[in-house]
């Protein structure tokens, strides 16, 4: 009887010491790990929700970038090698979907559990000393002399990379492509003149626009920006193959303690309702989404299914959807 009570009493305090662990995470500072490079969106965007949601947990929240590899897939791993314990978490985008078929690993991405902040919609852009004034140039030239027009679209499998595809195809001409450790790298590129033009999205290009420093020639969108053409307007064929869009954000292993993803979404939501993440948007250009848990994981689902296939019939994959599980869309 005293052996029994004894084993009763050791598994409840086994059971609460459990509990109480889950309870109070996060006990130390955690770190996120944005795949793309400093200055870039998902770097940005990373970066201004991290400090919002240290505000509703009792640690801090650390940035860093580790990037490389096909579609961020440096950052992915490095990550994916620590502990499911929630204390390291991966800034990505949807960009980072095509890892897999770009040869970078060998997972699905529902290896990751999602929040989406949200995302800016695509546009081509020179500089003012540039020779390309109007899109209409651009694409004229590009014709005239295939792969003599030098395109940074930050890295192979990006969002930004797979709308340059997009567009070569849409738009019958063809790009050399200069590929960048994340947006702010290409936008560096850009004006120093080591690239004729750069594709990213508005919000990332729009301090710079804002400047002077770059010349918006056209969105990648059907809906013009504010005193920018929509490349739908000029070039309609382009419609079979754009527009794609951004979600970007953060996520942690999918096989976290759900108590890990409580404690983030919980932080994660009221985050996304601070008066400053909206006046961030606003500022920056970005429409906000919020998504988290199952919603954004069928989100990036869909993402990962449409990319891969979408590069696969453009030829840019370096492996089969089919043979990794991607279901054609």
């Given at each position: 009887m005293h052996?029994?009570?004894m084993t009763c009493v050791v598994s409840a305090h086994i059971l609460l010491g459990s509990l109480a662990h889950a309870q109070t995470y996060p006990t130390r500072n955690i770190t996120t790990v944005v795949v793309w490079g400093e200055g870039g969106g998902t770097d940005s965007i990373n970066r201004?929700?991290?400090e919002e949601m240290e505000k509703f947990l009792p640690v801090s929240i650390d940035v860093t970038n580790v990037t490389g590899g096909a579609a961020g897939s440096n950052g992915m791993q490095f990550v994916f090698e620590k502990?499911?314990?929630g204390y390291t978490l991966v800034g990505l985008s949807e960009s980072n979907v095509t890892a897999a078929v770009l040869g970078g690993w060998n997972r699905r991405f529902d290896v990751w559990h999602p929040f989406i902040v949200g995302g800016s919609p695509d546009l081509v852009s020179?500089?003012?000393a540039s020779e390309y004034l109007t899109f209409e140039a651009l694409?004229?030239?590009a014709r005239a002399n295939p792969r003599k027009i030098r395109v940074a679209a930050s890295g192979a499998g990006s969002i930004h990379h797979l709308n340059m595809l997009a567009l070569e195809k849409g738009a019958n001409v063809e790009f050399t492509f200069v590929p960048h450790n994340g947006s702010g790298p290409s936008h560096e590129s850009a004006l120093n003149g080591d690239?004729?033009?750069?594709?990213?999205?508005l919000a990332e290009q729009w301090d710079l626009i804002d400047r002077g420093q770059l010349y918006p020639l056209a969105m990648l969108t059907p809906e013009p920006g504010s005193e920018i053409p929509s490349a739908f307007d000029i070039y309609p064929e382009i419609a079979e193959f754009l527009p794609l869009k951004q979600a970007i954000g953060f996520a942690v292993r999918s096989d976290a303690p759900a108590s890990v993803k409580a404690q983030?979404?919980?932080a994660f939501r009221q985050a996304m309702q601070a008066p400053a993440v909206k006046q961030w948007a606003l500022i920056n250009a970005y429409d906000l989404s919020g998504e988290s848990g199952p919603q954004a994981s069928a989100k990036f689902a869909k993402l990962e299914q449409?990319?891969?296939?979408t590069l696969d019939a453009l030829g840019a994959t370096k492996v089969s959807p089919t043979a990794i599980g991607i279901p054609r869309p």
């Open positions: 052996y029994i009570l201004m929700i991290m502990p499911a314990d020179s500089t003012p694409i004229a030239d690239v004729d033009v750069v594709i990213t999205s983030l979404t919980s449409t990319f891969a296939w």
